[in-house]
T-cell receptor, first 114, second 110 residues
Framework: DGGITQSPKYLFRKEGQNVTLSCEQN?????MYWYRQDPGQGLRLIYY???????QKGDIAEGYSVSREKKESFPLTVTSAQKNPTAFYLC?????????????FGSGTRLTVV | LAKTTQPISMDSYEGQEVNITCSHN???????ITWYQQFPSQGPRFIIQ???TKVTNEVASLFIPADRKSSTLSLPRVSLSDTAVYYC???????????FGKGTSLLVTP
């Protein structure tokens, strides 16, 4: 089955550590996205990429970094510069140019700072 | 991108029809209206999409008036399992990221 795989499901980070969240899709989608969700809040855009080797900052990019070396993969690194990283992180993909424009989301990674 | 406004929360009893309205006054000609549903600790999932008039699928109906400045998601005969957050998104068919906002939290009770 096609879909988006996020790993790990739960992640614990110590103060001052960088951690990388994985996002892989086998849907052949061109665009990929990272969102952050805090309790009781909506989704806020961190980064997005419309094509390989290109990505743009979203509303809350500070303290995060991404890469898009392959169409299938869009990893997110939470750096030590992100002062409050505890949140639920969602990766999504989408195919522009087709009648069905919907996002497909992964199951999320819950990051906790310990 | 079009800004959307929807109620923060709604309550309903099982078996009732629920209508959630979204306002998008500055919708552009090439924008589509898409609704998503999110359960706790899961990613949102696509419910329905439309451009104008009415769209119906096995899950919901979407009503869009002629001026397209608002839209209404209609959930027929809701059950407890319809308790979720519902997001209204408005945007073009492109790779540009859409703003999910805070959505409408629907609580269905017996």
């Amino acid at each position: 089955d096609g879909g988006i795989t996020q790993s790990p499901k739960y992640l614990f980070r110590k103060e001052g550590q960088n951690v990388t969240l994985s996002c892989e899709q086998n849907l052949n989608h061109d665009a990929m996205y990272w969102y952050r969700q805090d309790p009781g809040q909506g989704l806020r855009l961190i980064y997005y990429s419309q094509i390989v080797n290109d990505f743009q900052k979203g509303d809350i990019a500070e303290g995060y970094s991404v890469s898009r070396e392959k169409k299938e993969s869009f990893p997110l690194t939470v750096t030590s510069a992100q002062k409050n990283p505890t949140a639920f992180y969602l990766c999504a993909s989408r195919t522009p140019g087709q009648r069905y424009y919907g996002y497909t989301f992964g199951s999320g990674t819950r990051l906790t700072v310990v | 991108l079009a800004k959307t406004t929807q109620p923060i929360s709604m309550d309903s009893y099982e078996g009732q029809e629920v209508n959630i309205t979204c306002s998008h006054n500055n919708i552009a000609t090439n924008d589509y209206i898409t609704w998503y549903q999110q359960f706790p600790s899961q990613g949102p999932r696509f419910i329905i999409q439309g451009y104008k008039t009415k769209v119906t699928n096995e899950v919901a109906s979407l009503f869009i008036p002629a001026d397209r400045k608002s839209s209404t998601l209609s959930l027929p005969r809701v059950s407890l399992s319809d308790t979720a957050v519902y997001y209204c998104l408005v945007g073009p068919n492109s790779g540009y990221a859409l703003n999910f906002g805070k959505g409408t939290s629907l609580l269905v009770t017996p």
